[in-house]
């Protein structure tokens, strides 16, 4: 398996420090509003890592952060009259619901920023003694300069970074690209004890203090979107290098960014949505689907229309599920033919046409593809013509199901129970066409149709979806 990794700007070959364990750290949301799609590819993309390793049989030690204390949560916890942390715990718990629609399993450990102030006073304290930091009135800034490999996650010299950044111009500090690892307190801030006074941690310490905590000092992968490969990922490097002397994170693994209508996402453009207003006109999971239709580091283009196309393509691997659970309950069952299991095998090469894209640096526009080919094959071959195996069958769906459970799509189960009233229509129709009564036939299937449901005639009988 191979990732591209941006410390180095190659594809390496994955081989962690532990042959049966990956530790995992992924940068989570700053939790003072709903996520928007920007923040939902990160977090879809690293849970499909984070699944495909674990299909591959490792155990991931996977860290996701919550940041729960910076000056967009002071200042919106203000403008609601509300408390930081009560702010937090609202959207701590509305990103779960999100990401539960979207098939984002849970990290091993959650840890919040406010949780872990002894940990980040604690990594502080190491970069002072060693003379990385210094403190200017209560504010702690970390001394770039004194890092000598500042820039090598960017890939670009101090001096390029300082002309290339938008940085606070603030005279105490030793150099421009210097940063705060501590902030001292401000008139109604939060604020906890600390050697510099009372204080909030920066945005920077945290993610490092939190991924030494929960992982150790070498970790083997870290990730988000292209966004935060500077400042905040070189920071992270920089204090946390620093501080133990050993390497960071071993790969880095960015996701490109998202544009709207072909235009760069931003609320001044009209294009900024959250998860959670898609999610009312679309099902959460043709968002995921919609997310690993491109390479995680291509750009991504969003649109509505795009993911109307997205639906329609999802509802095409369902539709294939539902055909062979239909013809399941119809089909001969014996041991597979000599052309089945032919078939069975062709399926396999297919198989593994999907673990090499995956192994291909998480390349899961062309596992879907494999999906999809898988699909093609199915349809063509599993007919109501073709007196399949049950055991054919089986494999057929079972492997759509285990291969759609690597990306997180294709798991839902088809509501089998209809109402007795939509049952009575489905009898009622089948007996007019019984009676060759095709007007009737007719009416009733574009009732049942308004009612969500729809027909299809086939040798084995009436089969019915819900639209």
């Given at each position: 398996m191979k990732i591209y990794n941006t410390l180095t700007r190659k594809k390496e070959e994955f081989v962690p420090l532990d042959e049966k364990e990956v530790k995992m750290y992924s940068c989570g949301p700053t939790v003072y509003n709903y996520f928007h799609i920007g923040n939902a590819r990160p977090f879809i993309i690293f849970d499909t890592v984070r699944r495909y390793l674990e299909y591959k049989g490792y155990k991931v030690k996977f860290v996701q952060n919550f940041t729960d204390i910076d000056d967009k949560m002071i200042k919106r916890a203000n403008e609601e009259g509300i408390t930081v942390k009560e702010l937090a715990e609202k959207f701590i718990n509305e990103y779960f619901i999100d990401a539960e629609g979207l098939g984002i399993g849970k990290a091993t450990v959650h840890p919040k920023a406010t949780e872990n102030i002894d940990a980040i006073i604690e990594l502080i304290k190491k970069l002072e003694d060693k003379g990385f930091v210094y403190n200017v009135d209560g504010d702690v800034y970390f001394s770039t300069k004194k890092f000598k490999e500042y820039g090598k996650l960017s890939h670009q010299s101090l001096d390029d970074l300082e002309l290339g950044a938008?940085?606070?111009?603030?005279?105490?500090?030793?150099?421009?690209?210097?940063?705060?690892?501590?902030?001292?307190?401000?008139?109604?801030?939060?604020?906890?004890?600390?050697?510099?006074?009372?204080?909030?941690?920066?945005?920077?310490?945290?993610?490092?203090?939190?991924?030494?905590?929960?992982?150790?000092?070498?970790?083997?992968?870290?990730?988000?979107?292209?966004?935060?490969?500077?400042?905040?990922?070189?920071?992270?490097?920089?204090?946390?290098?620093?501080?133990?002397?050993?390497?960071?994170?071993?790969?880095?693994?960015?996701?490109?960014?998202?544009?709207?209508?072909?235009?760069?996402?931003?609320?001044?453009?009209?294009?900024?949505?959250?998860?959670?207003?898609?999610?009312?006109?679309?099902?959460?999971?043709?968002?995921?689907?919609?997310?690993?239709?491109?390479?995680?580091?291509?750009?991504?283009?969003?649109?509505?229309?795009?993911?109307?196309?997205?639906?329609?393509?999802?509802?095409?691997?369902?539709?294939?599920?539902?055909?062979?659970?239909?013809?399941?309950?119809?089909?001969?069952?014996?041991?597979?033919?000599?052309?089945?299991?032919?078939?069975?095998?062709?399926?396999?090469?297919?198989?593994?046409?999907?673990?090499?894209?995956?192994?291909?640096?998480?390349?899961?526009?062309?596992?879907?593809?494999?999906?999809?080919?898988?699909?093609?094959?199915v349809n063509s071959n599993i007919t109501a013509n073709s007196k399949s195996s049950k055991a054919i069958i089986d494999f057929s769906h079972s492997l759509i199901r285990e291969l759609g459970g690597v990306l997180g799509i294709a798991q839902k189960q088809k509501e089998d129970k209809l109402d007795s009233e939509i049952e009575e229509l489905i009898n009622l129709r089948q007996q007019a066409r019984k009676e060759k009564n095709w007007k009737l036939a007719d009416e009733i299937r574009d009732k049942l149709k308004d009612m969500g449901i729809v027909l299809e005639d086939t040798p084995q009988g009436v089969k019915w979806k819900r639209i």
């Open positions: 938008r940085i606070d111009v603030d005279e105490r500090k030793q150099d421009p690209m210097d940063f705060a690892v501590w902030k001292a307190q401000k008139p109604g801030e939060p604020a906890w004890d600390s050697p510099w006074g009372k204080g909030r941690p920066g945005w920077h310490i945290e993610c490092s203090a939190m991924a030494n905590k929960y992982l150790g000092e070498t970790i083997d992968i870290h990730s988000g979107g292209q966004d935060l490969v500077f400042p905040h990922h070189e920071n992270e490097i920089a204090q946390s290098e620093a501080a133990t002397g050993k390497p960071f994170a071993r790969y880095w693994m960015h996701n490109g960014f998202i544009n709207v209508d072909n235009k760069k996402m931003s609320k001044s453009e009209g294009n900024f949505f959250t998860v959670r207003e898609i999610a009312q006109k679309f099902d959460y999971e043709v968002i995921r689907f919609f997310m690993l239709s491109a390479h995680y580091r291509s750009p991504i283009n969003f649109s509505l229309e795009l993911l109307e196309q997205a639906q329609n393509s999802l509802e095409r691997i369902y539709n294939c599920i539902d055909n062979l659970l239909y013809l399941r309950e119809h089909a001969e069952d014996r041991e597979m033919s000599e052309v089945e299991k032919e078939f069975q095998n062709k399926l396999l090469g297919l198989k593994g046409k999907f673990i090499e894209a995956m192994d291909d640096d998480i390349n899961t526009a062309d596992a879907i593809a494999a999906i999809f080919d898988i699909v093609k094959e």
